[in-house]
């Protein structure tokens, strides 16, 4: 066996050729996963104590490789680790680096544990971190909305359904509506922080493994809940990434709808917002252009976040158990989707703090299109007794009116109203302006 064709060293013992070229491309990951590497020297840290604290290792050992692990991370943090596409991924660039640094007795450290056990537990610490880090990043976005529901809570705007003029409301329960709809998204996070916080380290590559390890010590430390009971559960399962892609996916579809109506409120004809020059773009061709080019990117990019769901969903489709090489394609979209969203949730909040709100167009376009007739409609029921679908054809024909002399409905004399309903009295001005809008 001509030993220098090999080239991995962690794994090759077997096999006398070295990868074709093709095989090294398609193989390696240590683009993608080297983000998992505080989780993983985090891993290997408690891993290494755990064997020395049970005996499987000499304790001297155990220290050593502790004291090589924590230089590592050192050398990462500052910049100064080569990392090498030859050794494929995060884990095995850690240890061919602490092999360099502490000698042979590196090779203790993979006692009792597999790769598949070990990247199982640095992705679901790096998902859980990442949805703790996204919680926040909502809440801040919701602070804002909360200030902009508070200040604006008596300006009225039209609300829409069938993006037609419906009934009027307030532009602070219009936004509180986004703010609701991202507090569930912050505590779908949460409530995925929790459940998916078991430990699979202990799985080794599916079966567990025989030496007397104490897999309480590692969850624990790791700040795991417990370990996982199953052990081929423990490594092939990733239904904890395609959960956070879909908190992702979640969370960026709710800001997509608040970023269409942004687009749509910026422009001339609707003249409801304007954006700061600092969230806008211009055009190269036409001068007179503003373009809201950040909340466009909101919308477009929520395409990527349901693609990466899709992905995920798609290569869990049909794995047998337990690990396959396919699932390491689970990390590039959940990167990607942590990046994503992160990038959209401080673009909405730039965007929503530094606009401005022009009210008076809001209260005007109110005004248009009668969308005080279901109060109007409300009230006949309510004074006069009138069954709700007889009092929506006399709010019908006194639509039909104000229509015809293109006027207010609050500017039809009385005497009008009564000709189609004689028992509407002056009360009934009460509820005809806009500015009776719900809050
Ligand atoms: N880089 C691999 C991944 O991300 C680590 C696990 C490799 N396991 C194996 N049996 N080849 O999935």
């Known amino acids: 066996m001509s030993k220098e064709k090999i080239t991995n060293t962690m794994w090759g013992g077997r096999f006398e050729d ?40 000499p304790k001297k050992d155990s220290a050593a490789i502790v004291k090589g692990l924590k230089q590592v991370a050192l050398e990462i943090e500052r910049g100064e680790f080569v990392f090498r596409e030859d050794l494929e ?73 069938h993006l037609q003029a419906a009934q009027p409301i307030t532009l602070g329960v219009h936004l509180e509506a986004y703010a609701h709809m991202l507090n569930r998204d912050k505590t779908r996070l949460r409530d995925l922080a929790k459940r998916i916080n078991k430990c699979p380290l202990g799985a080794a590559a599916l079966a567990g493994t025989p030496y007397p390890i104490d897999r309480n010590y590692t969850a624990q430390a790791l700040g795991f809940d417990r370990p996982m009971q199953n052990t081929l559960d423990a490594v092939s399962a990733r239904d904890f990434a395609a959960e956070f892609l879909f908190a992702c996916a979640q969370c960026g579809l709710n800001l997509s709808r608040l970023a269409e109506e942004i687009i ?17 773009t211009g055009s190269s061709i036409m001068p007179q252009k503003k373009n809201p080019d950040a909340a466009e990117l909101v ?52 965007m929503m703090e530094t606009a401005t709100f022009h009210t008076d167009k809001m209260l005007q376009s109110a005004e248009m299109g009668y969308t005080t007739a279901t109060a109007l409609a409300d009230w006949l029921v309510m004074t006069l007794g009138l069954p709700f679908r007889e009092a929506h054809h006399v709010t019908g024909a006194i639509v039909k009116m104000a229509e015809r002399k293109g006027c207010k409905l609050e500017e039809l004399a009385l005497d009008e109203m009564k000709a189609v309903e004689s028992r509407i009295n002056d009360d009934i001005y009460r509820v005809l302006s806009v500015k009776k809008a719900r809050k």
Request: include cysteine; charged fraction near 25%; charge should be negative.
């Open 264 to 280: 749509l409120w910026a422009t001339p004809q609707f003249g409801f917002i304007t954006l700061s020059d600092s969230w806008s």
């Open 299 to 350: 919308r477009g990019k929520t395409g990527r976040l349901i693609g990466n769901l899709i992905q995920m969903m798609t290569v869990l489709k049909g794995l047998p158990l337990a690990y396959n090489k396919d699932l390491q394609e689970d990390k590039e979209p959940v990167f990607d989707s942590y990046d994503t969203i992160s990038l959209c949730l401080q673009a909405i909040k730039g």
């Open 18 to 57: 070295r990868p074709a070229d093709i095989m090294q491309q398609i193989n390696v990951s240590i683009n993608v996963d080297k983000r998992l590497w505080r989780q993983d020297i985090r891993g290997s840290i408690a891993h290494a104590e755990m064997l020395g604290l049970q005996g499987i290792i």
């Open 89 to 161: 991924d995060i884990h095995m660039n850690v240890e061919a680096r602490l092999k360099e640094i502490i000698g042979d007795v590196a090779g203790r450290l993979h006692t009792a544990r597999s790769r598949n056990d070990q990247v199982a537990t640095d992705f679901r610490m790096w998902v859980r971190e990442a949805s703790q880090e996204l919680f926040q990043l909502i809440e801040t976005l919701q602070d804002t909305l909360e200030d902009l529901t508070e200040k604006h809570k008596n300006d009225v705007m039209p609300g829409f359904t």
